[in-house]
């Protein structure tokens, strides 16, 4: 759902933290904080890609 590798480099994130994570109610607490923030991350990364793409348009 991320632009360019945007996407890649989140989930590689998510992916090592919860590799790092041996004790089971942090990583619940992890997964919920990533469920909530998800969509924030969503909308902020592809409303800066649209606005770079549009500069580039008017240039």
Known sequence: M???GEG???LAEVV???AETL?????RRYVRS????VPRLV???WAEHLRA???R???
Do not use: H, I, Q, V
């Open 2 to 4: 991320l632009p360019d």
């Open 8 to 10: 890649a480099a989140w």
């Open 16 to 18: 090592s933290c919860l």
């Open 23 to 27: 004790d089971k109610d942090k990583r």
């Open 34 to 37: 990533y469920r909530r923030s």
């Open 43 to 45: 909308g902020t990364s």
């Open 53 to 55: 793409s549009r500069r």
């Open 57 to 59: 348009k008017l240039s």
